[in-house]
């Protein structure tokens, strides 16, 4: 078969396949014109062990465009389910194709698969393409999580396709090779739940706990799978709030059990500090907003946890009882996470009653007076009182007292709290107009520099000791009517 690769640099395995096939089809991406590699992630490539002079290869844009399949492989497209802004949807990769596992240097499994490959079984009408902007983004916003210490799937490659594809207008096709510890989403139990057999969710449920949470366990395996993916989401959540990031479309088929941020589609940072900012073009009535974020955690957990009641007890009621027992330690397993990092944010090392209220005094102010929320941190962080009107405030100025005064019953010394603060107070993060202008350049221009630049500024976002001052900068118009779009 001429679509065949056999190369002896990447070996690819499918463990997803020992699943029923109810769970996946044999899918293989639609052949492009003319695959173009324009982005390669050359520090993962390496990480992970792959080569990279095969990614810079003719045979490597082969691979990754999905022209060619590498020998031994089998490519599929998962079936899921999802509730999309609260209502139940059957889905499915309807414009993804899953390459296979590949085992890294350091012996963990990841997913290697394909954005924007084409149309599967799961399309509903699409073309399954994607256009060059969006997976720009993806590959940008991925990197920068990654560089900020929150756990992500990742970008490998993005390549153009040589065609144009239709969406308002005809713009660049584009594929995007995204790393992940797997695809299993929350909406793939409840795919599995529907199925309305308990053998597809136990098989389902056995295959996850092996993969991701093989380890010691005492009592219902389930019930530990439950407990851990609450743990995860509670975990990843928190991060997500500590540095101003909003998912936008927090559907539960872009929930990973794995713990990592999936699917970048219309998210973004918030600039100035609102616990009501929106982006999401589709979001009309706020349900994502950043402050919502980790409710919606929840209740996306609610969910999981409803497919999950089968394997949870016989007795349906004693079910409901271990979900709701595992439910209830989200709230207080995020708030943990929250405040703990918000204090490492002001420098405090233990913990006092008084934290509460001067972590929310802050906030309060900042949303006040309209402060940035990553300069106000860095600002602090450094000492520098000069540069933004909050500090010249009154309210600011009473709270930096009682700041002080908090600082000054720890034990650890001034040079410690700046350390502390610096290590948890990013310099940059990918603004949105940076990245708009990134992607501005790139599919407009043909201009990948500046996206270059972008991405080796945000590789050190801890970096005191060479902070690119421009790129801490605000735009003119800050975030003035600024949406982000789903590019599907």
């Not at 209830?328 to 008084?354: A, H, P, T």
């Not at 000054?408 to 940059?428: A, C, G, H, I």
């Not at 080796?456 to 801890?462: E, R, S």
Request: proline share 3%; with cysteine.
């Amino acid at each position: 078969m001429d679509r065949i690769l056999k190369d002896k640099t990447i070996k690819l395995e499918n463990t997803y396949i020992k699943l029923p096939s109810k769970f996946f089809t044999t899918q293989y991406p639609e052949k492009v014109r003319e695959p173009k590699v324009v982005a390669l992630n050359k520090t993962l490539a390496k990480s992970i062990g792959i080569d990279v002079s095969f990614l810079e290869s003719e045979e490597g844009a082969n691979f990754l465009s999905g022209n060619k399949i590498l020998d031994g492989s089998t490519p599929i497209a998962q079936a899921y389910a999802g509730h999309q802004f609260g209502y139940f949807t059957i889905l499915g990769d309807g414009r993804a194709v899953l390459l296979g596992e590949y085992l890294t240097k350091d012996g963990e499994r990841v997913d290697i698969q394909l954005k924007g490959s084409g149309r599967t079984l799961y399309s509903r009408g699409g073309d399954g393409k994607a256009s060059l902007g969006p997976m720009l983004r993806e590959y940008i916003i991925s990197e920068g999580m990654y560089a900020l210490g929150i756990p992500t799937t990742r970008s490998l490659t993005v390549l153009t396709t040589g065609e144009d594809i239709f969406r308002e207008d005809f713009l660049p096709g584009a594929i995007l090779t995204r790393i992940a510890k797997s695809h299993i989403r929350v909406g793939t139990f409840e795919y599995a739940a529907r199925l309305g057999d308990k053998k597809y969710l136990k098989e389902l449920a056995d295959y996850t706990l092996k993969r991701h949470f093989d380890g010691n366990y005492n009592g219902n395996p389930y019930e530990y799978l439950l407990n851990q993916v609450v743990k995860k989401q509670a975990e990843l959540i928190s991060k997500w709030q500590l540095v101003g990031f909003i998912h936008g479309v927090m559907n539960t088929d872009n929930m990973s059990i794995a713990g990592e941020t999936i699917d970048y589609g219309p998210c973004a940072f918030m600039d100035i500090y609102d616990p009501s900012t929106v982006f999401s073009s589709i979001d009309l009535n706020g349900r994502y907003a950043y402050e919502n974020q980790p409710r919606i955690g929840g209740w996306n957990l609610a969910r999981f946890a409803e497919a999950m009641l089968p394997l949870l007890d016989d007795d349906k009621d004693k079910a409901i009882e271990v979900a709701n027992g595992s439910l209830d330690k989200y709230n207080q397993l995020y708030l943990n996470n929250w405040y703990l990092g918000m204090r490492k944010k002001l420098g405090l090392f233990n913990e006092e009653e008084v934290d509460k209220d001067l972590i929310e005094g802050l906030l309060s102010i900042m949303l006040k007076y309209k402060a940035d929320y990553t300069n106000t941190f860095y600002n602090l962080t450094i000492g520098k009182f000069t540069s933004m009107d909050i500090f010249y405030m009154d309210e600011f100025k009473r709270w930096y007292t009682l700041w002080s005064e908090r600082l000054s019953r720890q034990e650890q010394s001034k040079d410690e709290v700046k350390k502390l603060m610096e290590e948890n107070n990013p310099t940059v993060i990918p603004r949105n107009h940076r990245v708009e202008e990134a992607l501005e350049a790139a599919v407009n221009r043909n201009d990948y520099s500046v996206m270059e630049n972008l991405i080796a500024v945000l590789k050190n976002p801890y970096d005191y000791l060479s902070v690119n001052e421009e790129y801490t900068k605000l735009p003119k118009n800050i975030d003035k009517g600024y949406k982000t779009y789903c590019g599907t």
